[in-house]
């Protein structure tokens, strides 16, 4: 089976633009999950989906970041405004019955 | 509130030494214990599961990890180093409830001298 796929991987943005991140869980997949690693940091939660709900959003930062995940299958992450401390990893996954994840290979945000 | 330490960013053996990686967990409830390996440019691939069945959980690449409830550690071991295993590793805790969410260690970079 396909994993996850994320795109693009890498993204240099200047601050202030926007970016929009896009994940592309397994088939049939229905808990998507995004996660973060800013540099030198933990990796940390930012949401999980059950379908094209909102099941937890506790770890999104601010309201610069809006996930959506459409109909249940993609989900995309846009940040707007970017700024600095932005910058960082992002990771999505993917799970069917809460079993492990599978994490896709990430995308590298670097906003200068 | 859980947590979950990892001792040591870096870590260097020689090939074909004992692998130790530590982690040690907080949680108030029974936790699910987890190892991810990032090899460089790739996501997190898991290692290895702890779901409170047998404590000595083996994973992939012949790591291998014990749950110790006593000590509140779940440290990843591997009887000889390869080249191969040359990564970043990364301890983590989850409930087992609706969210399923992951709280990570801090990683723990494995270097292995030839």
């Known amino acids: 089976e396909a994993g996850v796929t994320q795109f693009p991987s890498h993204s240099v943005i200047e601050k202030g633009q926007t970016v929009t991140l896009r994940c592309d869980p397994i088939s049939g997949h229905d808990n998507l999950y995004w996660y973060r690693r800013v540099m030198g940091k933990e990796i940390k939660f930012l949401l999980h989906?059950?379908?094209?709900?909102?099941?937890?959003e506790s770890g999104m930062p601010n309201n610069r970041f809006l996930a959506e995940r459409t109909g249940g299958t993609y989900s995309t992450l846009k940040v707007q405004p970017a700024e600095l401390e932005d910058s960082g990893v992002y990771f999505c996954a993917s799970s069917q019955n809460y079993s492990p994840y599978t994490f896709g290979s990430g995308t590298r945000l670097t906003v200068v | 509130a859980q947590s979950v330490t990892q001792l040591g960013s870096h870590v260097s053996v020689s090939e074909g030494a004992l692998v130790l990686l530590r982690c040690n967990y907080s949680s108030s409830v029974p936790p699910y214990l987890f190892w991810y390996v990032q090899y460089p440019n790739q996501g997190l691939q898991l290692l290895l599961k702890y779901t409170s069945a047998a404590t000595l959980v083996k994973g992939i690449n012949g790591f291998e990890a014990e749950f110790k409830k006593s000590e509140t550690s779940f440290h990843l071991t591997k009887p000889s180093a390869h080249m191969s295993d040359a990564a970043e590793y990364f301890c983590?805790?989850?409930?087992?409830?609706?969210?399923?969410?992951?709280?990570f260690g801090s990683g723990t970079r494995l270097l292995v001298r030839p």
């Open positions: 983590a805790v989850s409930r087992m409830d609706s969210s399923y969410k992951l709280i």
């Open positions: 989906f059950v379908k094209e709900s909102k099941q937890d």
